[in-house]
């Protein structure tokens, strides 16, 4: 990938950490700037059993001379970060705030406000000469210039809405939740959900609005949760649960089912999956009569 960047002459390459930070692999530049964007219990496994620990994790990107940017900055983290940048020769941490200067965005998660206030302050660190004009037409134009699809990804308007969203871990999950729940108000709604066998689902099982029927599936991958063993979890819950096939079989399920509003997610992969079916003609286009 780095040599595909330098082959290519790219004037900034954002090159994303795969997990953590300070372990892994694309951590042996010497960046523009530094960015953590949040701090969430995931890969705990690898990462440690608390966010100050994964912030440590995280933090190891940070490098002498180099700014380092946060995109959350409460008391259970900041410590850390600032630990860190301090055992570096004048590495300043910047944290983002809720008065940090922030553009329009054709990303529609609510989520995105803050990830757009980041981006902001990143672009302009790393590249001075970037002009806001210039940043504000990116950021209006975000998924045409990068095909970006996943994050609040609305597949579908009218009847029924389907919206995709990635978010896979509570720290993602619970203002994704918010959101879902402020659109279907009054609709009659419906979750397709799927999770991979490696996540804590508690959290995100005690967020999932007691009037949507789950319809559960699970994505077509090795580390998928058996959709046998995630649908005890979701009745021991006291979800409403229709058992599915697959993620097809899900969506079209809850379609055929008269939903006017659907949600799909869970896992990334249940979004790909669902891309997928999309682009392959798997699933019904019919509008569905709607639920009373």
């Known amino acids: 990938a780095f040599a595909a960047f330098r082959d290519a002459k790219v004037d900034i390459a954002i090159i994303e950490v795969g997990m953590g930070g300070r372990l892994d692999s694309t951590n042996v530049i010497t960046p523009l700037v530094s960015v953590v964007t949040s701090v969430g219990l995931d890969h705990m496994a690898f990462l440690g059993p608390d966010r100050a620990s994964i912030a440590r994790e995280k933090a190891g990107i940070f490098k002498p001379k ?12 900041m410590p850390v970060f600032n630990e860190v940048a301090a055992s570096l020769d004048r590495c300043y941490v910047y944290p983002i705030g809720r008065y940090d200067e922030v553009f329009p965005t054709d990303l529609q998660g609510d989520y995105q406000v803050s990830n757009a206030r980041t981006a902001i302050m990143a672009a302009r660190v790393a590249k001075p000469s970037i002009h806001d004009h210039q940043i504000r037409r990116g950021l209006l134009r975000v998924v045409a210039n990068t095909g970006l699809r996943g994050r609040w990804d609305v597949l579908e308007e009218g009847n029924p809405l389907v ?16 959101q879902w729940n402020r659109v279907r108000a009054g609709l ?88 997928a079916a999309y682009r392959d003609g798997l699933v019904s286009r019919r509008r569905s009569a709607s639920r009373d």
């Open 163 to 178: 919206v995709a969203d990635s978010a896979h871990n509570a720290h993602g999950w619970v203002p994704v939740m918010k």
């Open 188 to 275: 009659n709604s419906a979750m397709v959900l799927g999770v991979v066998n490696d996540k804590d689902t508690d959290e995100m099982v005690a967020h999932i609005p007691q009037a949507c029927t789950v319809y559960a599936c699970a994505p077509a991958i090795p580390r998928a949760l058996p959709v046998e063993e995630w649908s005890q979890r979701l009745r021991g819950a006291g979800r409403k649960v229709v058992e599915c096939d697959s993620v097809a079989d899900a969506l079209n399920r809850a379609k055929a089912d008269g939903f006017q509003a659907i949600y799909v997610g869970g896992s990334s992969f249940v979004v790909a999956d669902t891309l």
């Open 66 to 77: 180099v700014m380092a940017i946060v995109g959350e900055s409460d008391s259970e983290i």
